[in-house]
């Protein structure tokens, strides 16, 4: 912003979130033709992100990144290798922060989701070519719709003026054809997408108000197919009938697992007022399709005056530096003016923390820290974002992420008393928040199984078979924690942990290391050397679930469990998912 200012001739200069920072200016290569082939345009995206962090490592100072850069195609899943990418850039390396939009697609037409019955039952809805020019004029544009499933393999038919591709079933994997006048390709599982499959139909030069009729068909016997379907530049080019707004509209660049997802509430004077602001008609919902809160949080993004048409009315912007203008300012509304004040944001926190003492703490804080910070003092006012809480409600959730930017508590934490706060994630979204108020996805990340010696990570495992087990404890109090305690447990599904057995070695030695040391505002990782016995837990014959749990605890924070529930489900909710000082990781064990 600094250096975008001082170049205005505007003697009235508006500051923007971080006036001090300095800017790192990429043009990124693209057109429309490398966005709708998607992988040369994410190509160039990451190589635009990976020089802003080589300008900053050669500079030796803190960066964060803001990218408005989005599109809907892709799993939402957080599983593409584009996703993959960004994770790799920013998890284990301090001073770095990705702040993402979470898209301005909530308000449009263009997702939809269903399930489709077993047995031949077949679904079908209409895929129509919206757009038009600037004075409303008809056009002749392509169109890509995204349809990602899960279960058995669907069969697909399209139908346009008349003719048809004829159903298609899982012995096609790719579909070329003129379908009334109209070249159509489609092709099956077009990148990994975890546990779903895809399918993604291209139409070539379609015409405003062409209308093209998609039927899946579920040939199997006996399992369901839920599938989820995305317009490619969802909404402003195309829609779906029966579309679905509040619920899974964020953009698919906004759902990788270590980016900072950020979606966009209306402006309100003054911002701490009786109501909180609320979420925009247009900001992008969660959740992924792999269940993580995404946006994380909301930020004032502008206000429409009509939610109806809200880039095309006369709105209550944010005002934003701009290259190309005799002013050196723009006003415009979306997450792409909430994001980037989010980014300023965190570039002053991490001025802040990285400011010797007294005034801050001389530390160079993560990705996953960062996240913390802002999602534990996250304004939540006059929300109900919590499942647990009597009142909770989800779309909620799914537009507000864990509340609204708040900036006095995070730069306070520097200023709170000697505070140890040790944890470990229980699930892939949970970033410190206490408790974590998040689904039971039994896949944290920070509790993994290995073939000794290696790095292959399993969760089938063979009784009496020595493997090595990684954990990472947290610290996000601002004193260090000397001879924290780390036990590994094992257990049946659905126990107390009064019932939980202290794993071993293969020496019969219980798995504890009560000599754990974390920084403050940092991690470190523990390893053990774990071999299961199935007479030590007094496995039941046939049984192969079980679970893998992970303690710490320290004197100056004390795990302590409620009064131990019995066998029957309610342990996860009391004894587990209460506390972020207890991990769990599911295990197939034969």
Request: with cysteine; glycine share 10%.
């Amino acid at each position: 912003y600094d250096l975008c200012l001082r170049r205005s001739s505007n003697v009235n200069r508006v500051r923007g979130a971080a006036p001090q920072a300095e800017i790192v200016y990429v043009r990124l290569r693209g057109s429309v033709n490398e966005l709708n082939s998607g992988a040369a345009f994410e190509d160039n995206l990451l190589d635009a992100i990976n020089f802003c962090l080589e300008a900053a490592q050669f500079q030796g100072r803190p960066i964060v990144i803001s990218v408005s850069q989005g599109t809907s195609w892709g799993p939402h899943n957080g599983s593409s290798d584009f996703d993959l990418a960004r994770d790799n850039l920013v998890n284990s390396f301090n001073n770095r922060s990705l702040v993402w939009s979470a898209g301005n697609d909530d308000n449009d037409i263009g997702y939809r989701t269903g399930t489709i019955a077993s047995g031949n039952t077949i679904e079908n809805f209409d895929l129509t070519a919206t757009k038009t020019d600037s004075l409303g004029n008809p056009v002749i544009y392509d169109v890509w719709l995204d349809i990602w499933y899960a279960g058995p393999i669907l069969d697909f038919r399209i139908s346009h003026g008349g003719g048809n591709s004829g159903w298609q079933d899982d012995t096609v994997n790719q579909y070329n054809g003129n379908i009334g006048g109209k070249d159509i390709e489609v092709e099956r599982d077009i990148e990994l997408g975890g546990d779903l499959r895809g399918i993604r139909i291209y139409v070539d030069d379609a015409d405003t108000g062409d209308i093209f009729t998609i039927e899946l068909r579920n040939p199997d016997a006996t399992d369901d197919a839920e599938y989820h379907a995305w317009v490619g530049s969802q909404g402003w080019v195309a829609s779906l009938s029966g579309s679905s707004q509040g619920v899974s509209t964020l953009s698919d660049t906004g759902c990788g697992k270590s980016i900072l997802t950020v979606g966009a509430c209306n402006k309100v004077n003054p911002p701490n007022s009786a109501t909180g602001e609320e979420a925009t008609s247009y900001s992008g919902a969660g959740p992924t399709l792999d269940g993580r809160i995404k946006p994380e949080i909301v930020a004032v993004g502008g206000t429409p005056d009509d939610p109806a048409t809200p880039f095309v009315n006369e709105y209550d912007g944010i005002t934003s530096a701009a290259s190309d203008g005799a002013s050196g300012y723009t006003d415009k509304i979306g997450t792409s003016m909430s994001t980037p004040l989010v980014a300023g944001a965190i570039a002053c926190l991490l001025e802040e923390y990285s400011s010797p003492a007294p005034v801050g703490l001389n530390l160079e804080l993560n990705q996953d820290t960062v996240k913390a910070l802002l999602i534990e003092y996250a304004n939540t006012l006059n929300l109900h974002l919590n499942p647990e809480v009597m009142g909770y409600i989800a779309d909620e959730r799914n537009k507000y992420g864990h509340g609204r930017l708040r900036m006095i508590g995070p730069v306070d934490h520097l200023l709170a008393p000697v505070d140890i706060d040790l944890w470990i994630r229980t699930a892939n979204d949970d970033y410190g928040e206490e408790p974590y108020p998040g689904g039971c996805f039994c896949g944290a990340p920070d509790i993994r199984v290995f073939d000794a010696g290696t790095n292959n990570e399993t969760t089938n495992i063979v009784w009496g078979t020595t493997y090595d087990v990684r954990v990472t404890v947290r610290n996000l109090g601002d004193t260090q924690a000397n001879n924290a305690t780390l036990r590994l447990k094992y257990t049946l599904p659905h126990t107390a942990p009064s019932t939980w057995f202290e794993a071993e070695d293969a020496g019969n030695n219980k798995l504890v290391n009560t000599g754990v040391t974390v920084p403050a505002m940092d991690q470190v990782d523990i390893q053990f050397s774990w071999r299961p016995q199935a007479a030590e837990i007094g496995a039941p014959a046939g049984a192969t679930h079980f679970c893998l749990l992970a303690e710490v605890t320290h004197v100056s924070d004390q795990l302590i469990y409620p009064s131990p529930t019995t066998a029957g489900g309610s342990a996860w909710s009391t004894n587990i998912k209460s506390t972020n000082n207890v991990a769990l990781r599911n295990l197939h064990i034969q």
